[in-house]
């Protein structure tokens, strides 16, 4: 007998003896069996006079207007309260407060640790059939039963229009919490090769991480806060979600309506607290598993810095997830459309008073357009209503808090004294009644100057006006810059198009061609960026629930060896 039929014949034998038993045994991790079904984006309301949605949303207004509500810390579904308490006002109305909410004390946030360490097991065990039923009729309260109160909290409570709390609070949200459960199903659909079935079937399933997720939201966007603690917990982990002080109202309705939904307690714990005390605790402690951040450049590296810090004490190396804002551009080709550039770099400058991490700061002209732009943007700002929210002709309203108006006042007092800066419009700030900063464009004649380098966060844009043949000088000029979150390019050449498109690739996370750098949509435009932006996990894409999961590969033999040897060796 030749030497390969007696190799094949010893193989033959031992898989004949297994083969016999497939069918008797039972598997030791079998997929989830996930039904199939489709997404797509929440559809805008309109809002008119008279519709059902505006009757509804103006009886919102008036019952949280009225209503101081009281926002409890919240640790496995008991609610607490502090000494500790403080109130959340309207940014554009010193007198009108929101919510009065509480802050927790340095042992309630280790209560909520324990907590999240006494539940992970149970949670990470849910099938995740169950948990994205669990999401999917959280989106439904979103975007039904709780829409008029999601709108009307992050109106009152964070100073949006109405239709930027529609995009925010209800349609992002709802994409978030959709999107969020069909990745996770279509996440599932990969399986790996066995290439002999009958002898090892490879599989893979999704844990969650050992310990607990810090969830730590910003003001801007009611929907990041309620993506930023959900997602991780979409994929099996446990959260304490430390919501912002200026958007505790809207805040805490999301954690209600994942509460409503079937959310377990103890799987995201509700812990408003000091900032520096929560992230001194949380970075302490062993069981940390990871921190999904949306805020400043410096609270995101004080966070790495205190994770660094304590390395060897954790037993998993922490996830750090972070979005840290921009200093985003819009750059104009000499071929652009001027009304097209005008229209979007005010939408993108001024909506929300620029408090998007993604408005457009920057904007780059070419000396032939400046002329027209400059007179079309100023006559576009001219017939902006700056006001409350509640006057539904308001453009945009005031900024966040006093921090952010000395903040963003600060930087008009530089324009105002520098001798490279030139305000053409706009400049006036107000905090009488509530904190208001007029959209402002300022010319700077320093490209370098550090209002064209360092993120403002408020409603001031800052032009740089190039000589026409400099096209590609001030491309790399743009481009140099520390943060890389959005950008935005307009023109009609189609060379200039393909090769600014290639040389601007890594200067934007999300890159626009005549479009406006604001408005990414879950499932369309995956958010994030590099360098000082963040870390550019995309929120709203399937890439971005791998950040909260921790594969494991299992190999599944059906043939019981018997011969140590291997087939060379019996020549």
């Known amino acids: 007998m030749s030497l390969p039929t007696k190799i094949e014949k010893l193989l033959s034998c031992q898989i004949g003896r297994n083969v016999a038993q497939l069918t008797r045994l039972a598997s030791t991790y079998n997929p989830p069996q996930l039904n199939d079904f489709q997404v797509k984006n929440e559809s805008f309301l309109g809002y008119l006079r008279g519709s059902k949605e505006r009757i509804a949303l103006d009886e919102s207004l008036k019952r949280l207007s009225r209503e101081m509500l009281e926002v409890p810390i919240v640790i496995n579904g008991k609610e607490y309260r502090s000494d500790q308490s403080r109130l959340q006002q309207a940014p554009f109305d010193h007198s009108l407060k929101v919510a009065k909410y509480y802050w927790a004390t340095p042992n309630m946030i280790r209560e909520a640790i324990q907590t999240c360490n006494d ?8 099938p995740l059939s169950e948990k994205i039923n669990i999401f999917m009729r959280a989106a439904d309260l979103v975007s039904g039963k709780y829409r008029s109160d999601m709108l009307a909290s992050t109106m009152l409570g964070q100073g949006k229009t109405i239709f930027q709390a529609e995009i925010d609070a209800a349609a992002e949200l709802a994409d978030f919490l959709r999107f969020n459960a069909f990745f996770a199903k279509e996440l599932y659909k990969y399986q790996p090769i066995s290439d002999q079935p009958n002898v090892v079937r490879n599989s893979m399933r999704h844990r969650g991480i050992e310990g607990f997720i810090a969830a730590i939201s910003p003001f801007n966007f009611t929907a990041i806060g309620g993506n930023l603690a959900s997602a991780p917990a979409l994929m099996g982990n446990v959260v304490i979600w430390k919501p912002s002080d200026t958007a505790i109202l809207s805040n805490y309705i999301v954690y209600k309506i994942f509460h409503e939904a079937g959310m377990p307690p103890g799987v995201i714990n509700f812990v408003p607290c000091d900032g520096p005390i929560f992230g001194d605790i949380i970075t302490a402690d062993p069981s940390l598993a990871g921190i999904n951040f949306t805020g400043s450049v410096n609270t995101f590296r004080f966070l790495w810095s205190k994770t660094a810090q304590n390395l ?4 998993n190396y922490p996830r750090l997830s972070g979005e ?10 000499p071929s652009a459309d001027t009304m097209n550039v005008a229209v979007n770099t005010v ?8 408090q998007k991490c993604s408005a457009c700061s920057r904007l780059y002209v070419p000396k032939s357009k400046w002329p027209e732009i400059k007179d079309k943007i100023s006559s576009i700002c001219d017939q902006l209503k700056i006001g409350s929210p509640l006057d539904h002709q308001t453009f945009t309203s005031a900024v966040i808090d006093g921090k952010a108006f000395n903040r963003i006042r600060s930087y008009l007092d530089h324009a105002s004294s520098s001798k490279n800066c030139e305000i053409i419009r706009g400049g006036q700030v107000d905090e009488s009644i509530g904190f208001y900063v007029q959209p402002t464009i300022i010319q700077v004649h320093d490209p370098n100057d550090r209002l064209m380098k360092e993120e403002i966060f408020g409603p001031i844009l800052s032009v740089y006006v190039y000589p026409d043949s400099e096209v590609k000088e001030t491309l790399k000029l743009v481009q140099s810059i520390d943060y890389a979150l959005t950008g935005a390019i307009f023109g009609q050449d189609a060379n200039f198009l393909r090769e600014a498109t290639e040389m601007m690739k890594m200067s934007a996370g999300n890159f626009y061609i005549n479009d406006k750098s604001t408005g990414a949509v879950v499932g369309q435009q995956p958010f994030g960026g590099a360098r000082l932006s963040g870390t550019n996990d995309k929120p709203g894409g399937p890439h971005n629930l791998l950040r909260w999961t921790s594969p494991q590969t299992i190999k599944e033999s059906f043939v019981n060896q018997t011969e140590w040897r291997y087939p060379y060796m019996m020549e």
């Not at 939408?347 to 620029?354: D, H, L, T």
């Open 119 to 126: 539940r992970r097991e149970e949670w990470e065990r849910a």
């Open 324 to 333: 840290c804002g921009g200093k985003n551009y819009h750059f104009v080709h």
């Open 347 to 354: 939408r993108s400058a001024f909506e929300y008073s620029g």
């Open 312 to 315: 060897d004490t954790y037993r």
